[in-house]
């Protein structure tokens, strides 16, 4: 049965074209009259104290407009935690200290980037060197140097959930096995450097166009450090080329930008090079997870004891929401009746980590999905039995966390089971052959209020005239990902009306419904797709009654917006067009228009997610036994996102998420010579091509959300964490070298092959 | 009584510091990625059949990227008066014919300005010549060429007045005098010319940049005379440097460039060049005004017999409005107990005259108040004293127009005659010196809606946020006249918070509040302002409730909105700050924000206005009796406004009507030969300049208009009649010389003295 007209249907991105023909302008593409061009001078030192900053050469420079240091701003520090303020740990330019290679010391704003960049140079930082640590090991010794004063361990957060009797779970158990896993850290290598441009309105306040995943996070983080009122601020987001986690916080250039352009009058911007991207940029954490799990002799899990640390480099960023999700992780995609997770966000002299797609699923993830098959092996089940036998299923609860709704993660197992050829292929592959299986669960979207924001999650407005089109505002970010094509979609439908008749405006602080948290934790699809029919089903409710009073219709009559109509389901002819019918509202209101709020924020669904996605992946390989190189000849996908809305952006995430998840599994990896960061541009870092991308198959799994908005919830998060461990367990069984220590590198293969 | 904290107060504008800076952004200075630059070819002829059009050349022009004619166009008639189909009669481009020298005849868009000129000479049009008329008397001639097929009489409007008995009126006065006037064409002259810039996004929707009093009229039109729906389209009106009238209609530059930006794809502007505007720019109306008046012999108005034949030129444009308030103006002023007006909007083969400043009262008022003082010379009476016997009064009614409300006209005219000594220089001035007066009614904005326009009037969204910030939004247009620091001083004075509390979005179809029908006929104070104060009244309910709640407050309890608090009116101690007040409202609203929509349509207020505005204005001149040429001494202005919203404000209108007062008294007209504008540059335009300006000296009586927002009423326009029949009225006084058709030129005073 077709229970839509518009969702469910490949309807182009609103973006497609422009980006297409390169008509899309990002924030490096704007230019305003008199702008100034800003660079940033990082610290040359992994932690230091600094003695001085000498400007005098630099600011005199012919064509620099202004030099600032961290001593000329308010000096208050921000971060994204604002419910647990002592979290804030970063000053948009370094105070007294700095802590990794890259900290932001001091701005310049020039005439244009040369100058600025020569300026740069000009200036004089005396630095008193500190030892630096960067790894997680030494930085909780009792002796390590202390990052930040206010954290004499270095551990700035400690998680722990605990339900069930994990003591009695393991004594119950009939085997028992603990693992360690580590795994690299890598980049967004979002194609869109960072970029801000700030102007300042007579009035004195700043309206910035940045390349941001979180517009209201920005627009009330910059105010607060700029000791300005948050409605004194505009953020507007202009296209951007990706985010991947890595634009969810205020950066430095967006606090310089503003206040540049309040000191000097004119309009400043910043562009991150490609090489400050790599070497100072916000990355995947780095884990070291330690996993003890029970089972029953037929696979049935009883008791897990999770411990990760995460190393979060010199600041927290977005590192505390990483620590709590990795516990909840872990508790997810199987049952596990007697749970315990500790989590550790600890301080290292690196750049900080942070958020980044999957939000600590792939890590936690990876030690789930790779321990799960050394158990299999050894209790001598099949990967996708001992799967089946402890998937979780829709109505099973997580303590603490939610109870799950709609639920097709076994459907998908089979599915990639038998798309696969699974029972075959695992049995009788030639050597140098694998075929290996990763599963995940996601979240859509975020319930714990870490921002503290005092507005609903998300918030729309729909503004419906009787020319029969409809104006959509949100604050829902598109970044890429397509959110303005689906929260077309989902109106379009809700109002029978076509995706012309929907004009959007979204992601502009200053004119779009307050707030809105952003575009991150595979919420924006639920939440503001939620908000969106809440307001429209406000507009419908006055359209109804319209037509009621029109037609003298019988209270019981049921209405509908069907095809540009509004009209009786039973008596189509008691109907007017969707734009008469408006007509007819504004006129029974005096002329005023029809304009409707909606707003979504979860409740009652636990402190984790509203709603949860599921999935499977098997990899197929084959390994150079010579080399030790990977080659992924298939994947095959089944996943549970609950209603597609657009199949053609479903598709397009799991072909990124697949991108993404080959590259963590293989080859991506950031190199660090103690705290600097060694390979710093796309010839180094080994990010797959679309040449390395292999053939793909994917089944969408029917299920239907009752919290998403017609039945949908997440699908762009969730698949960046199986193809790794499937990829990877692939691996294991064409060469028998397992994994432990991502990524799958054709030294540790051959290193491993050897060890056989 | 200080009634007002920030209404009455010199507050700064908010446009001010920019428009002194440079870098206030008008249309012209902008700039799109790939902009085209247009051009138009005009009509060389006054009434032409066109035969044939060759765009081949120009179009092949190297740069060249389009070139349209009227046939390539939907060929869709517009005009303002939507309410009257019949009187659209202009296309975008013309079709078949063309009917003034400047009719705009084809449209070429380039890579830059000097290749769309050279593609302009290469267009060869065929034209059949008519033969035109250039005035009124021959217009209506049985014979005359007839310039719209739909109006074989060249009349396009025909206006009837009626009320009371016009014929025993006559009969019961003692004194009877007809007198015919005529007044020359002056142009706007705003500083800004003409420019307009379309972008088409990727859905083929089109956002329109324009200098313009009236976003929401060209947004419904342009969509209308491209076939598209209203809201596809978007008009953002950006800074404007002066509109008077000038600027309140669909132009075919704001056509072509949507149109080309539409077919071309690329964003395309406009500019007119100062002698295009001065050329083929609207205009005032000349007119020819019979008016026949019976006194009773101690000075009282028994009857009125009033014929306007307005010079209309080719074209409707605003004529129709002109039209009707001309016989209003007519009956405004003073008490006419027996009224008949008959109007007459006739087509000529000149560039159509359309709305400016005054919108016909100039005209009207001129006649009626040199008429005064012709008939108080003959009856031996004071013109002071004649006007003051004369006088509308609070309480008189205005027969199908209205009942005056508050009126301040005989405390004006006993306010000029104290400060300028009337009654003793009006004797005793040497030869050669002479001393004047004039005086005017004017509308507040009108209520006749000939747009036919389904919205509000006017209408207001207020949005509070508990940093304490406000922001504004309405579809008004500040055009240089200052409405968007009234609006935001009536906000703050209503919210108790300051102008720094208060951003305002303004003048965006697509952002802001349906809708306003545009900055013209002094309308903007009082109708915007009342939507401002319905929208904050809105909001204090809320925020009232909401403290009600908190302090357990006795329903009886008065509260109100002060110094930024929301407090108790007997015990502020029970209080809130504004924005603490806001998150308590936000916070029983579970997080939604505190939003309210406003609107002002004038009801129950006749068809003309819902408040009238007053004044007197007496000048004194010296007349250099060799050359005829007038020195204006000093001017003395009282007026009445009601409340004085910004009295720097009032006072730069005041300046504005007096500069333009003094060219159309003295100096301003457009010389024609035939249908022919010989004076295209300020060079041969005589508009004086700020070393003309007269001392001047005024005085706001002090009024409550009831209708208007914190009881204030029109102060923009009223005052651009009364300072032409001051002078006049002063030469006369110096000279003998009475000028029954405007301008007092040299010429004129020097023939007329040799007469005496």
Redesign the interface.
Known sequence: MKRFNIVGTDVPR??A??KARG?A?YTD?MKL??MLYGKILRSPLPHALIRNIDISRAASLPGVKCVITGEDTPKIKYGNWRLFPETQDEYPLAVEKVRFIGDEVAAVAAIDNDTAEEALELIKVEYEELPGVFDVDSSILPAAPVIHDYCPSNISVNRKIKYGDIEKGFAEADYVREDTFTMQSVSHAYLEPCSALAQVD??G?ITLWTSTQVPYIIQCLL?STLNM????IRVIKPFVGGGFGGKMELRAWEFCAAFIAKKTGRPVKFTLSREEEFLTGRRRHPMKIRSRVGFKKDGTLVAKDLRIQLDGGAYNAMGPTATFLCGNFGAMLYRYPNYRFHGEHIYTNKPPASAMRGFGAPQSLYATEIQMNLAAEELGIDPIDIRLKNAQVSGDKIPDVATISSCGFIESIKAVADMSGWKEKRKNLKPGQGIGIGCYSFISGGVFNWFN????FS?AEV?A?????V?LLTMASDIGQGSDTVLKQILAEELGLNM?DI?I?SADT??T???DLGSWGSRVTLMAGNAVIDAAKKIKERLFGALSARFNLNVIHEIECKNGRVQAVTRPDYGLTFGEAV?LV??AN????L?A?G?Y?PRGKGLVTPAFGFGAQVAEVEVDRQTGLVEVKQMWTAHDCGTVINPRSVEGQLAGSIQMGLGYALSEQFVMDGGKTLNTSFVDYKMPTAADMPPSQVVHVDTYEPEGPMGAKEAGEGLASPTAPAISDAVYHATGYRCMDLPVTPEKILEGMKKD
Chains 1, 2 share one sequence.
């Open positions: 609103t973006d074209e422009a008509t302008i593409d009259p008199g007579l009035d306040r105010a009122r948050e409605n004194d924001t005092q507005y609903p918030a503004r005239f009787s020319d029969g089109t104006h012309g004009r405006t200053s004119m419904p307050q707030a007509a504004q006129k005096r002329g005023e228009p304009v709020r707003s924020t």
